[in-house]
């Protein structure tokens, strides 16, 4: 028998004809500064006019939240999850999103299932505003398992040196506000899933009267990208904080974003729970510590302004889509988080 690169596990021919589904997918993306199609060895981008840009680069996956979309046997939203958890970190600097690329990496290559990730990826990058200009496709026999496959994402943005967003501006009295999470986001699935199939044995397709869907169904709500709303608020308000909420939950994150001379009072019961969370604390006996971070428990987002100007924020925060909540408040005291 002749050996081939295809009789090894390697489809050249598949490869190809996913670049030919994927191109109008990510032409439908690109924005003012896109130079190069899809196919070369780099992509280029063009910055437009700014005095003093500096460029903001964030990378990320999304973890073992695609094995819910193995055990459903849905592709077309964890491409969201990759560019939202991407874009989001960027956005934590002021920065906007210019562009974004993906590794998909599998064993054998789906090409159905491959572009139907690559259509979330373009979702996303269309919710972010940023353009998908390249990416690659590894196919690894033997490395991964037979239908299974992994993701990262790397967004690049860009913002003016003098409105840089990090956090040295905020003081004690200033306040916290919240944006609603869609769930879990993509943090907490190791626990989650260890719960629900491990412990409990409960099906994916299990339908939970709590949440009005399946559990497999909360589980891939794909995360929400805040990219489109914050860029608006900065142009119109004050902002002296950013925070995404990822793993590590609040408790985590938000002390990442001020001095080291202040902490921040978060108010419990200051907003909506989803239930989901309410679910996994109940039926996994975990501490309500451990739920605050692990977890983002409601909050995907957080803003700190001065406290004058948070009502006009939180007025202008709803009018462009989003559910926020004022949270809690800076003040003096050893950095972290206390619930109150």
């Known amino acids: 028998m002749k050996l081939t690169y295809k009789k090894s ?89 210019l562009f974004f690329l993906d590794y998909f990496a599998t064993g054998k290559l789906s090409v159905k299932n491959a572009a139907n990730v690559i259509k979330g990826i373009a979702e996303g ?10 990416g690659e496709t590894a196919e690894m026999p033997g490395f991964y398992k037979d239908n299974e496959y992994d993701l990262a994402g790397f967004s690049v943005g860009v913002v003016e040196k003098n409105k840089i967003i990090d956090g040295s501006k905020i003081k ?12 879990l986001h993509s943090n907490g699935y190791s626990l989650a899933r260890k719960l629900f199939f491990d412990i409990k044995k409960y099906k994916a397709s299990k339908f939970m009267k709590e949440l009005g869907c399946t559990i497999g169904g909360e589980l891939l709500k794909p995360t929400r990208i805040y990219v489109k709303s914050i860029l608006a608020l900065l142009k119109a308000s004050a902002v002296k904080g950013l925070a995404h909420i990822t793993g590590g939950g609040i408790t985590e994150n938000l002390p990442r ?10 108010k419990k019961g200051s907003w909506q729970i989803p239930g989901i969370f309410d679910i996994i604390k109940k039926e996994g006996k975990i ?53 109150a």
């Open 9 to 97: 596990g390697v489809d050249i021919n598949k490869g190809d004809k996913l670049v030919d589904m994927i191109k109008p997918m990510a032409h439908a993306t690109f924005r003012s500064g896109v130079l190069q199609d899809l196919g070369s060895f780099g992509a280029f981008f063009k910055l437009g006019n700014y005095k003093k840009p500096v460029l903001v680069s964030g990378t990320d996956g999304v973890g073992t939240k695609l094995k819910i979309a193995f055990m459903l046997d849905r592709h077309d939203t964890v491409g969201v999850d990759l560019v939202a958890m991407c874009v989001n970190d960027v956005l934590t600097s002021g920065a906007e999103p």
């Open 125 to 134: 990058c269309r919710l972010a505003g940023c353009s998908l200009i390249g």
């Open 172 to 183: 004690a009295g200033d306040i916290i506000i919240g944006l609603a999470s869609s769930g």
């Open 257 to 266: 974003v001020f001095p080291k001379n202040l902490s921040a009072v978060v």
């Open 287 to 339: 501490s309500e510590a451990e739920m605050y971070r692990t977890f983002n428990m409601g909050i995907g987002f957080v803003v700190v302004v001065k406290e004058k100007d948070a009502e006009p924020v939180l007025k202008k925060l709803r009018r462009l889509g989003e559910r926020p909540f004022v949270i809690g408040f800076i003040e003096r005291g050893k950095e972290g988080v206390r619930y």
